[in-house]
């Protein structure tokens, strides 16, 4: 007697899928994962000690890229990036402190420091701008308000006006950017004599030189022709209005050589000459 055959069902055709357990495998897997954790744990918190040892190569430079901005005054940009690369840190804090202490190196007016943009930030310098050459112990510039700065050099030639007459025996204080205070007393000459220079600009009168004098105040030769004025002490305003109708006279006439008084008593005086 043959044996019946078992008809298979539709079950009996499809496999048991194995069964994986998820906590067997946790177990593997945590161990490395947490090792790595802490490597990196670690390795953050010694990375800044490291850094402020001396350890320059582990700081970290993704910092924001330094843009100087050339067209306001910076000729040699290598002193800014050298000491901004020394900077441990980027922050509120540090930055002032880097603006000052290259203000004070490079011996600059000013300097400003702007975030353009996370990832930028924007240096800008103003220098000093020189408006007169002043005779102190040296030949020495002055700006239009009256900060001394540095000096001109042997055999340098200057387009700009001298200021004689001031007391160079008298003692000059050097500043931490590299500016001079000078005694009150020459300071007081210098800034009379910008103003003449100021206030001559407005009716076209530049100096070649200017000299100071204790009794008749402020004299000077002007640039463009041989006429020598003594404008006196301030105010200039009303002294200068007489002058340019002086001067335009004196050129209608011929006349390329004078020496010119407007100080007197509000008159003014001509004595003429040819050359």
């Given at each position: 007697m043959s044996k019946r055959r078992r008809r298979k069902g539709l079950l009996d055709s499809q496999k048991l899928k194995r069964r994986y357990r998820l906590l067997p495998v946790l177990k593997k897997l945590l161990p490395p994962v947490l090792v790595l954790a802490g490597g990196v744990g670690f390795s953050l918190w010694l990375k800044p000690r490291l850094a402020s040892s001396g350890f320059d190569f582990l700081r970290n430079d993704e910092r924001p890229e330094l843009q100087v901005l050339a067209s306001i005054g910076v000729e040699d940009e290598a002193p800014i990036r050298e000491a901004y690369g020394q900077l441990s840190a980027i922050h509120g804090d540090s930055l002032p402190q880097f603006a000052e202490r290259l203000h004070q190196k490079m011996g600059l007016r000013s300097i400003t420091l702007i975030r353009t943009a996370p990832e930028r930030l924007a240096i800008?310098?103003?220098?000093?701008?020189?408006?007169?050459?002043?005779?102190?112990?040296?030949?020495?510039f002055a700006t239009t308000d009256g900060i001394i700065f540095g000096e001109l050099s042997e055999g340098q030639v200057s387009p700009l006006p001298v200021l004689k007459?001031?007391?160079?025996?008298?003692?000059?204080?050097?500043?931490a950017n590299g500016t001079f205070r000078v005694s009150a007393g020459n300071q007081k000459i210098?800034?009379?004599?910008?103003?003449?220079?100021?206030?001559?600009?407005?009716?076209?009168?530049k100096y070649r030189s200017l000299v100071y004098d204790d009794f008749r105040g402020i004299s000077g030769d002007l640039e463009a022709s041989n006429y020598r004025v003594?404008?006196?002490?301030?105010?200039?305003?009303?002294?200068?209005?007489?002058?340019?109708?002086?001067?335009?006279?004196?050129?209608?006439?011929g006349l390329s050589s004078a020496m010119i008084e407007v100080d007197y008593k509000g008159k003014a005086f001509v004595k003429e000459s040819v050359l």
């Open positions: 800008g310098t103003e220098p000093f701008a020189a408006a007169m050459i002043v005779e102190l112990d040296r030949r020495r007459g001031l007391n160079r025996r008298q003692n000059m204080t050097r500043t210098i800034n009379e004599a910008l103003l003449a220079i100021q206030e001559g600009s407005k009716y076209n009168i003594t404008l006196g002490f301030k105010p200039y305003s009303n002294k200068y209005m007489k002058l340019e109708k002086i001067i335009i006279s004196l050129k209608e006439r």
